[in-house]
């Protein structure tokens, strides 16, 4: 349906389908977007990746990789990567829950850390910022500017007319 509304909207748009990788192609694309940050899985972790039910799916796939990349305690014996893999959730949509909840986390860490959030703004939360983020995403008809939506997500903030770049990045 969603493509076909896509496809209605914007007749000369050109639409790729992807199908679901194959086990070598789900290894393959994994390596790759781990070693574009230096980052390696050793083989039992690329085991429980791949035992993933939506592993096939490569959307999944880089989605989870940039948390491994962004989130991932590569130690010496990789434990902690281990379980973190572990605890992914095996559905792409319920993986990207996990990721707008951490994402909702550090956003309300930051702020605490800047000071941001003040008594007297105590409305202001990493969820309510990240929630604003969303609906200004999925009610804009073709994407905002980075620097529109930092000042549409929480308008006047103490330091300026914008969302800070410490916040930001």
Not at 24 to 40: F, P
Not at 66 to 77: A, P, R, T
Not at 107 to 133: F, W, Y
Request: proline letters at 4%.
């Amino acid at each position: 349906e969603l493509l076909t509304l896509i496809h209605e909207n914007n007749p000369h748009s050109d639409n790729v389908i992807v199908g679901e990788l194959t086990a070598a192609q789900q290894r393959e694309m994994i390596e790759k977007i781990l070693l574009a940050s230096h980052k390696k899985l050793t083989d039992k972790q690329y085991q429980l990746i791949l035992q993933k039910e939506n592993a096939s799916n490569p959307l999944y796939l880089q989605v989870l990789c940039e948390e491994l990349i962004l989130c991932g305690q590569y130690g010496i014996d990789g434990s902690m990567l281990d379980r973190m893999i572990s605890n992914f959730p095996d559905i792409l949509e319920n993986l990207l829950s996990c990721v707008l909840s951490r994402i909702e986390e550090d956003m309300h860490d930051h702020c605490r850390q800047i000071s941001l959030l003040s008594p007297s703004k105590s409305n202001i939360t990493g969820s309510s910022m990240v929630e604003r983020a969303m609906c200004f995403l999925a009610c804009s008809r073709h994407g905002l500017e980075e620097e529109a939506l930092q000042k549409l997500i929480h308008p006047g903030w103490e330091f300026g007319n914008k969302l800070p770049e410490a916040l930001w990045a």
